[in-house]
């Protein structure tokens, strides 16, 4: 097998192996030819080579987010490493293992003028886990070329026997740090860097190794629950009449079912979902701004919670925040093993546990059902809502609104759901989606880039159907994900061009203006045809119902290559048939 010359590569690749770490994502570079040259030869890796940074260090997120499992993306020196910025602030705020593999010039070679050269130490150092800068020989740590001679060694009668000794204590400080970043990845669920110093040559191979790291795990379990806390809980269950359940951005499958159950036939209690949450109940209340948005102050005072549970992620529904920022609970506890986000002002308790974990053993010590009429009051206005929705579809002409009425209902079941931020997310969360399906979007950070990147990532790690719908900015935005040649042909891409980012229409300003067309709302008249030829991906257009329902007939049939449906929407009136749905529902 063929394997870098430099010991430092063969560390570094040879820990990723021994710590199974399988898909590794390579952004083109010379810096870093020695990792590239020794992780393409192995077998054991899947590599991916993706040109554009940014796109890179996303589509690595995707396939992470599906996996689970630490993913490597690997950059040159220089401002390469900048354009993974992005990608590495998602994986802090979602809890994904992203491995950060940045090569970078020796000390001596820093600082000196030489180009595409910045300070990479700990350049992520407020958005990742831990960051490691590993060293690559004693000159270098000195600061010296080759050619110099270390002084330290100028009055050494046995110079190699203490080279030899001082070289190994840096070969195991690399381990050391190796070895902790990335068990740091695995075990706590985010991003980590590690910054790599190499000097010239850097395209040397050798065929047999010349170190044996050996890697080292370390005890990451979970405290058990606190006893007296979970005492607390429960005494405050049992007086509290109105008990609400908030769920976040939440991977599938992370609760079990018979403790869903148990909170569906509990009449004190009601669980909001989001589309992001992957949780479902005939009993829960899914679409939370269909219920939220049209509530007077008496309503508000009845929805306001004793207790509010949080679970999972970043919540997406500005109107539940606003609610319950105004109408705060009296008990705020959060579950989860790494934090919680002070996101009402009024947490009380972070239970440092799984959910499941914390629901396994809370729900079997309520013996006792609080009377109730919270569940019943509040089911009879979801069905209200749920019957005025119905009705409003029916009557409105061809917008956005229609538009993902139409498109969620054609979608296969088991598919997995890719959504772009801003108003795809939001528009996906009026309406009642097929409980096969996994829904995922990047709300850590909740930004318009990286969302394309992310789908495909997703549906290379996935043999299930990957369906992503985007709006028309975003898509753009991150155009270049579609320069990869790892598209699946069953993914699916569905752009809503409503010629602008009609989202800023909603919002408070003097729309229709010509400084708001422009700086706000950026109105343009691109389309993602060329793109589709460029990118050879099979190209489909709808400009009303009747067309889009056409064209969604054959969309997820099988073909030979990805296609994209770009669905052309009004842009001045999409903004007005939303904010007439929420007056219409009361």
């Not at 010349?210 to 006893?227: E, G, M, R, W, Y």
Request: overall charge negative; glycine content about 4%; aromatic content about 10%.
């Amino acid at each position: 097998m063929i394997h870098p010359k430099i010991p430092l590569a063969q560390t570094v690749i040879q820990l990723c192996k021994l710590k199974n770490i399988k898909h590794i994502v390579i952004s083109p570079g010379s810096r870093n030819a020695p990792l590239t040259i020794g992780f393409t030869n192995d077998a054991f890796f899947n590599c991916y080579s993706i040109v554009d940074e940014r796109c890179a260090a996303f589509f690595a997120l995707g396939i992470a987010q599906q996996t689970g499992e630490p993913t490597v993306v690997i950059c040159t020196s220089g401002s390469a490493l900048l354009n993974y910025y992005p990608a590495v602030a998602e994986a802090f705020y979602s809890d994904i293992p992203l491995v950060v593999l940045s090569a970078d010039r020796p000390k001596h070679l820093i600082g000196i003028g030489d180009g595409q050269t910045i300070n990479q130490k700990a350049v992520y150092e407020n958005h990742v886990l831990y960051s490691a800068n590993l060293k690559l020989d004693l000159k270098d740590e000195n600061r010296l070329s080759d050619k110099e001679e270390l002084p330290i060694f100028k009055s050494l009668e046995n110079k190699l026997e203490r080279l030899l000794g001082l070289q190994q204590d840096i070969q195991s400080y690399n381990e050391m740090e190796l070895n902790k970043v990335l068990n740091l990845t695995r075990f706590k669920k985010g991003p980590v860097h590690v910054n790599i110093p190499f000097d010239e040559p850097l395209y040397e191979t050798v065929t047999e190794l010349n170190v044996h790291p050996k890697a080292s795990d370390i005890d990451f379990t979970l405290p058990k629950i606190d006893q007296t806390e979970l005492k607390d809980c429960i005494d405050e269950w049992f007086v509290a009449t109105k008990k609400m359940i908030l769920v976040g951005v939440l991977p599938p499958n992370q609760i079990e079912q018979q403790w869903l159950e148990e909170l569906a036939d509990d009449d004190s209690v009601i669980v909001f979902t989001e589309t992001t949450s992957n949780l479902h109940h005939t009993n829960f209340f899914p679409s939370i701004d269909k219920i939220i948005a049209p509530l007077e102050e008496e309503d508000f005072k009845a929805l306001q919670p004793d207790i509010l549970i949080t679970i999972g992620g970043l919540i997406v529904s500005k109107k539940i925040k606003s609610f319950l920022r105004h109408y705060k609970p009296k008990h705020h506890w959060h579950i989860d093993e790494k934090s919680a986000n002070d996101t009402f002002f009024c947490l009380n308790k972070h239970i440092v546990a799984k959910p499941n974990a914390f629901l396994a053993e809370f729900l079997p010590k309520i013996t006792h059902v609080t009377k109730s009429n919270y569940f019943d009051s509040w089911t009879l206005v979801k069905k209200q809502r749920r019957k005025k929705h119905l009705d409003y579809v029916k009557q409105i002409p061809f917008s956005d609104f229609k538009a993902f009425s139409v498109l969620l209902k054609s979608i296969p079941s088991r598919t997995i759901l890719q959504l772009g931020n801003s108003s795809t997310v939001r528009y996906t969360q009026l309406f009642n989606l097929n409980s096969s399906f996994e829904v995922f979007c990047n709300r850590g950070t909740s930004g318009i880039d990286g969302s394309t990147s992310t789908a495909i990532g997703c549906a290379v790690a996935n043999t299930k159907q990957t369906t992503f719908i985007t709006g028309d900015l975003s898509f753009f935005y991150d155009s270049n994900a579609l320069w990869n040649t790892y598209i699946p042909k069953n993914f699916r891409i569905i752009v809503i061009n409503n010629q602008g980012g009609g989202i800023f229409r909603i919002l408070p300003g003097h729309k229709n203006t010509e400084n708001f067309d422009y700086f706000f709302e950026t109105k343009h008249n691109l389309t993602a045809k060329h793109l589709c030829d460029m990118f050879h991906i099979d190209y489909i257009t709808a400009h009303n119902e009747e067309e889009l329902e056409d064209s969604l007939e054959s969309f997820y049939n099988t073909s030979k290559q990805p296609k994209l449906l770009e669905v052309f929407t009004p842009r001045t009136e999409n903004d007005e048939i939303l904010l007439n749905y929420f007056k219409f529902i009361k």
